[in-house]
Each structure stands twice: as C-alpha cells, then as structure tokens.
C-alpha cells in the first residue's frame, strides 16, 4: 500500500512538473527566434534594426554608450515635482526637454534613434523602445549582464520637468536626494547605476575633446572605473577649469566632480571600492538598479517581461589592473573599513586614453 501511495504521489508531482514547464514552454516567432512570450515576438524586427543601422551590427561604440545614457534621462524624469519616468517623454517632447541644461547633447542620440522608432512605431511605444534599445546596446559590450527588457508602457502624455537630471557639478547630498524622491534608490543602487560610465564618454563638459572616456575601457563593461576614479588625479584630458570636472590620473581621461566626490564619500565610497575587481558584483548590481530605473512611473503588474529577447553578451576577458606606470600607491583610500585591493599594474608606458570615436 505504501508503495501505492508513493508512486502514486510521484506520477502526481510528475504530472504536475510537466504542466507547469507546460506553462512556460517557449514560442517560435515568424522570425525563427524563440522567446516565452508571444507578446515578445514583434520586438525581435526592432532588435535586428538597432543592431545593423544604429549598432553597427553589434559593436560597442558611440551610439550605445549614448543610448544607455538616454535610458536614465528619460527614467529619471520623475518625482515630487511630476513627470512620468520611463514613458519615452524624452523623444515625443524633443524640443522642450534635450533644452534643459542636463540633457543636453541627448538630442543627437534621440534624433539618431528616430528614424529606426518610426519604422517600428505601431507595434512599440516610446518609452518602450528607449528602454529596449538601451539594453540591446549594451548587450554589444564584453563584460556587460544581459539587462531585463518590459513592454507595455503608455506613451508620454506632457514632457519631465526641468532639473530631474542631476548634474556633475551636483553634490552628494543633492544628487542622493534626487535619485531617492524619484525612485527611493538607496546610495548603493546610485553607485551601481554608475557603472553605466564603464561604457560611457562625455561630450560637453570638456568640449575641446568629444567623446572623453571616463576610463580606459571604454568598449568594455568592467570594473576599471571604479579602480580608476580611485586614483589621484593629475591632469584633465583637455582644457581645465570646465564646471563639473576633476583632475583624472591618465592623459585622455575625464573625471567628472561628481564621480570623484561620490568615491570618496562616507555613504558611497565602501560600496564604489566594493566593485574593484569584481566583475559578478558589478554585473549583478547594475542589473538590479537598471530593471528598477527602467521602470520608474509604471506597475510592474502592467507591464510584459521580455528579457530573453536580449541577447546574452560575451563575458570580460580583461583582469582588473592599475593602468601602466600606476599602482596601489596612487590610491586615494576613502573606504574606512576595508582597504583597496591589491592589482596589478599594466606593463609599459604610462597609459593615455583615446578618445571614443563619433559613430
């Protein structure tokens, strides 16, 4: 009898694991590409576009660091003051919101991206598709976690109010403030989000030199920005003097003030100096911080889960080291706890940055 109830039992749990893979059983798209949600399947057109007319087929260059870049303004555009968050404000309201102070420069990536949007504007909103072309783009780049991707956002109905986007030149009490009234981040998910500048380059703070890396990996999603904002700085990659900027320790390298003051503050710098050398971290905070900004002004409850769509990045290959002619010597320590791992150091010359090419 015992016997009875327990294959009884198994065939029932059987029965039960084969309805729920049932539940979840992947869907073939017209297109040949598979994913758990037919919902899904009109996105992957939109994938191949971005990829061979905005991407490069697939590089990690220019257009995704300003893409990723697109992602935030447009999320953080939300909060005690109004606006709708991740809603695609950024794009229908061009001409209101690439004018505020913060956002600009954003124009050229919104104006970029238009053309790829209208060919796919019936079957993607907007903010949809800010947030999904962000997150196929840094897909291009080794080292980089394979972001979640949502559908169903509304379109925007009024542009972001002004100064939602913190600026450089901000302080860590003012740009903390902000990110907690418009999402309630912690300081370790605003550290995390910054790792949105290992793949990134400014334009404007300096602009005799477009296009200035915030470190020297700048096609790689690894940990060398926080290793390197660490480092005393020295020189600036161009013209000095420019609000928002400090001292950067390598030659072609732009260090934003608000960067270095945030990797030195009491509240911030254990959790920036957490990321040195640990690329899982890195990966797996980012992620977290990107899903909760990309969502930022809708139900989760409303919105589809599309994440498997994203295709998954090739891994980082590159040890975490102190640029050439730099070492553990050359760290400003902030963290009071732990002290800053010990790497090593880039064979030959001191190291100089290039600048990161216009696509």
Do not use: Y
Not at 98 to 103: K, R, Y
Not at 185 to 205: I, N
Not at 208 to 217: E, N, Q
Not at 258 to 265: G, T
């Amino acid at each position: 009898m015992a016997f009875k109830t327990l294959a009884a039992f198994l065939s029932l749990a059987a029965t039960i694991q084969f309805s729920n893979a049932g539940l979840i059983r992947r869907v073939t798209c017209a297109t040949g590409q598979v994913t758990a949600n037919e919902a899904c399947c009109a996105l992957f057109p939109i994938i191949d576009d971005l990829q061979a007319n905005l991407f490069d087929n697939g590089e990690c260059g220019e257009d995704v660091h300003e893409s990723l870049r697109l992602t935030f303004h447009d999320a953080i555009g939300i909060g005690s003051n109004g606006g709708g968050g991740a809603d695609g404000s950024m794009s229908v309201f061009e001409d209101i919101e690439t004018n505020f102070h913060a956002n600009l420069g954003v124009d050229e990536i919104v104006d970029e991206q238009r053309p790829i949007f209208n060919r796919h504007n019936t079957t993607i909103t907007p903010g949809d598709f800010i947030q999904l072309a962000g997150a196929i783009g840094v897909s291009n780049c080794p080292g980089a976690p394979q972001l979640n991707v949502f559908v169903g956002r509304p379109p925007p109905i009024a542009p972001a109010p002004d100064l939602t986007v913190p600026e450089p030149f901000d302080s860590v009490d003012s740009i903390l403030a902000r990110f907690a009234d418009a999402g309630n981040f912690s300081p370790q998910e605003v550290v995390a989000l910054l790792a949105s500048h290992t793949v990134a380059a400014a334009d404007l703070v300096d602009p005799s030199i477009p296009g200035t890396p915030f470190d020297s990996t700048p096609e790689i999603f690894d940990t060398q920005f926080f290793i390197e904002t660490q480092l005393r700085g020295t020189l600036f990659p161009g013209t000095g003097g420019n609000q928002g900027e400090v001292e950067s320790p390598l030659r072609g390298e732009i260090r934003l003030q608000s960067d270095s003051e945030l990797a030195r503050d009491s509240r911030t710098a254990c959790e920036w100096q957490s990321f040195v050398n640990n690329q899982a971290k890195i990966q797996s905070a980012f992620k977290a911080a990107f899903a909760k900004m990309t969502i930022l002004g809708h139900s989760p409850d409303s919105l589809i889960d599309c994440s498997d769509v994203v295709p998954v990045p090739k891994p980082n290959t590159k040890a975490a080291t102190f640029p050439a002619g730099l070492s553990n010597a050359d760290i400003e320590q902030a963290c009071a706890t732990t002290p800053f791992p010990t790497l090593a150091s880039d064979p030959g010359p001191v190291t100089s940055v290039a600048p990161v090419p216009p696509s």
